[in-house]
Nanobody, 125 residues
């Protein structure tokens, strides 16, 4: 059984920064692409970022490109999302997730099989 636990959310002013962490259980963590999604009240869950198994490639939604950076430390079974220059529209619950094996898409929530419980990020104007 895989468990994902996010941390690092909080309240920050616009222009500020936060670093989210996602700690994973299980020995196969390093074999999987990991993704970050977010969901604001009344909106659908949307893709934010993804990072390949070895960190060699990263992918970002246009809305966060240039402001957010995903990284991972496979020795610690942890993936990170560094969020800079935060905007009020970034306010949401942020989730990390593990992509399904053999799935080729990275930006669709349906392509992920394990999810964390989420961490709230609130950006005040």
């Amino acid at each position: 059984q895989v468990q994902l636990v996010e941390s690092g959310g909080g309240l920050v002013q616009a222009g500020g920064s936060l670093r989210l962490s996602c700690a994973a259980s299980g020995r196969t963590f390093s074999s999987y692409l990991m993704g970050w999604f977010r969901q604001a009240p009344g909106k659908e869950r949307e893709f934010v970022a993804a990072i390949t198994w070895n960190g060699g490639s990263t992918y970002y939604a246009d809305s966060v490109k240039g402001r957010f950076t995903s990284s991972r430390d496979n020795a610690k079974n942890t993936v990170y999302l560094q969020m800079n220059n935060l905007k009020p529209e970034d306010t949401a619950v942020y989730y990390c997730a593990r992509r399904k094996q053999f799935n080729l898409n990275y930006d669709s929530a349906g392509g992920y099989d394990y999810w964390g419980q989420g961490t709230q990020v609130t950006v005040s104007s």
